[in-house]
Each structure stands twice: as structure tokens, then as C-alpha cells.
């Protein structure tokens, strides 16, 4: 029982975060241009993994979506691959767990073999959780360096004085809500594949599993027991016999 719903609950994490990594994956907002010392705050832009956008304070959102790959950093193109081969591993390793389900029957499908395939679903959605919190993380790592550099270039040029404002003409940006929903789900996804590979422990039958022997050496006062078994006796007759007579050493036995 505790194994079942071990496994139920990992499958549960696992679909909820394989939900929020494609969700991450899909929205815009990963980057939000930072509005804390512009002067202009009726036009913002904001950026994903598949196109960039500009939205207006009335409520108006112009988006313009990537062309081009080979014109794209490489970055952001390994953050593409990241996502996508953690959603690829994800759906993989839930197709695998809905069959592994020790709460249902299916033909004649034995408890190891369903062990199996939790453990490999479980390996999998690790993977998942792992590849999506990577290429969040290295987004983020991204956008800390822009920030960076940024505010430290605006402190020589790129400002401007409007009605007694200072602002930056130098558009810096910070997390989006996609950062966030990403990490979120990366770590629930991981939490899932750990549960399952609970479960695939708590699945395995008694009579699989390997019973380890004891062995004990042998101490200097042993008796070894001599060997009383009969043994055959052999007559001189069963001798074999040279060509001159002579018998030699040599047995046969005749059947």
C-alpha cells in the first residue's frame, strides 16, 4: 500500500511539473526590462526563448518572433535544447509510469516487471527536472551578467536629465515570471523522479531480491574427518599384459 501511493504521488509531481516546464517554456516573459530608473515607463519590452515583445501602459502588445537560428546567441540556443529535451524526457518517463502503475491491472504483467519500469521512469523525469532547471538557471545567469554590465556603463554615459529626473537611456532587464514557473516546475519535476525511484524499491519482490551469505573461515582447530568411503579393488587379473608376457601397470576395465 505505501508503495502505491509512494508512486501515485510521484506520478502526480511529475505530470505538475512537466506541465509547468512546458508552460515556462512557451511564455514570453522570461527577461522584463527593468523600469526602476527609466523615465519613459509607457512603452516596456520583454523577451522569451521565441520571440521579443513590446507592450504600451494601455494595454496593447506588439511581438515580433525570432527569424532567425543561426543569428541567435548560443546561449539562448542551448537554453532551447535544455527545455526541450527535459519535456521530451518528461513525457517519455510519464507514458512509462502511467503503464507502471501498480494501482492498475494490465494483462498478465508481473511486480518486477512493473519495478522496471518505475525505476526507468523515475531515472527519466530526474533527467527532466535536472534539464529544466539547468536551462533556467543559465537564462538567469544571462540576464545577472546583462544586468551587470548595464548599471555599470550607465554610471559613465547613457543617462539623461528630464524635468529633474536622472534615468538611464540604457534599457536593463530582470526576471520574468517564466524564470520563476520554470524553476518551480524543474523542482517539483526532480521530487517526482526521486519518488518513483522509492517506489521502485518498495515494488520489487521479496523472492527477486538477492539474500546475501555469510561465510566463515576456517579456524586453526578444524578436524577434517577422513575419507571412509570403499574403494574398488583391482586384481592382478585386469592387468594388461606386453606383447613379451610381462605384465605391466596399466588397468582396463571391460564392460
Known sequence: MAATMIQLIGFMLSAL?????????????WS???????VITNFYTYS???????????GTTQCRPYFTILGLPAL??????????GIVLGAIGLLIAIFSLKCLKMGNMEDN???????????????AGVCGIAGVS??????????????YASGFSGTANVGGLTGTLTPRYTFGPALFVGWIGGAILFIGGILM????????PEDHR?????????SQNTMYRPDTRSRPVYNDSYKAQSMDGRQTNQRFDYV
Open 17 to 29: 511539473g512537466l506541465f509547468l516546464i512546458s508552460a515556462a517554456t512557451a511564455m514570453d516573459e
Open 32 to 38: 522584463l526590462q527593468d523600469q526602476s530608473f527609466t
Open 48 to 58: 522569451g526563448l521565441w520571440k521579443s515583445c513590446v507592450g504600451t501602459s494601455y
Open 76 to 85: 539562448l540556443q542551448a537554453v532551447r535544447a535544455l527545455m526541450i529535451v
Open 113 to 127: 516487471l512493473k519495478a522496471t519500469m518505475t525505476l526507468s521512469a523515475g531515472i527519466m523525469l530526474l533527467l
Open 138 to 151: 543559465a537564462f538567469a545567469n544571462l540576464i545577472v551578467q546583462s544586468f551587470q554590465f548595464t548599471t
Open 197 to 204: 525511484c522509492l517506489a521502485c524499491r518498495a515494488m520489487t
Open 210 to 218: 538477492y539474500d546475501g551469505m555469510a561465510y566463515k573461515a576456517a
